[in-house]
């Protein structure tokens, strides 16, 4: 079954250094998504891409987040300058036709920020 | 996107039917049912998903109320790796994001 990959599993970074979550998407997938997890709370949409730009976006994906798709299989999300609050899992998801078919999601990236 | 009520918790005996009930009174015309899991802190799966009628596929049953105003997921056999939190979501397939509540913690027990 085709799945999405996500590097690294874990990443431990200092507060202020820019991080880059990568993602590989299944390969014939047009939407692409991250969301992230902090540690014992809900599960929070952060970005929708689609057709090389942003289509959605939450008030948590602010101007230190970008996401890129820098060629035909990665999606990444960089966050330039880290805080200790985002510490947290970040999933990656995509799907084929909007959502109509349910999104499929990565394993995810846990960020630790110290 | 209406907004959803579930149980915190459920326990289930393992081989038998796990049925996990969702409120969704305020769902308006145009808005699906989609049902996720999240097993440990994996990343969420993808269940099921209607509008009004019932659905069926290899993971699950949704049975939507003829009102529409709540529903259930039901696991026909559940097993020990069926042991999730289960999230019940309204939204239309206009939008792209999904927005999870707290979901039911299923617990399944030898």
């Known amino acids: 079954e085709p799945e999405v990959t996500q590097t690294p599993s874990h990443q431990v970074t200092q507060m202020g250094q820019e991080v880059i979550l990568r993602c590989v998407p299944i390969?014939?997938?047009?939407?692409f998504y991250w969301y992230r997890q902090i540690l014992g709370q809900k599960v929070e949409f952060l970005v929708s891409f689609y057709n090389n730009e942003i289509s959605e976006k939450s008030e948590i994906f602010d101007d230190q987040f970008s996401v890129e798709r820098p060629d035909g299989s990665n999606f990444t999300l960089k966050i330039r300058s880290t805080k200790l609050e985002d510490s947290a899992m970040y999933f990656c998801?995509?799907?084929?036709?909007?959502?109509?078919?349910?999104?499929?999601f990565g394993s995810g990236t846990r960020l630790t920020v110290v | 996107d209406a907004k959803t009520t579930q149980p915190t918790s459920m326990d289930c005996a393992e081989g038998r039917a796990a049925n996990l009930p969702c409120n969704h009174s305020?769902?308006?015309?145009?808005?699906?049912v989609y049902w996720y899991r999240q097993i440990h802190s994996q990343g969420p799966q993808y269940i099921i998903h209607?509008?009004?009628n019932n659905e069926t596929n290899e993971m699950a049953s949704l049975i939507i109320t003829e009102d529409r105003k709540s529903s259930t997921l039901i696991l026909p056999h559940a097993t020990l790796r069926d042991t999730a939190v289960y999230y019940c979501?309204?939204?239309?397939?206009?939008?792209?994001?999904?927005?999870f509540g707290g979901g039911t913690r299923l617990m399944v027990k030898p």
């Open positions: 305020t769902i308006s015309g145009n808005e699906y």
């Open positions: 209607g509008l009004k």
């Open positions: 979501i309204v939204r239309t397939n206009a939008g792209n994001m999904l927005t």
């Open positions: 390969s014939n997938h047009l939407y």
């Open positions: 998801a995509s799907s084929d036709r909007g959502d109509y078919y349910g999104y499929t």
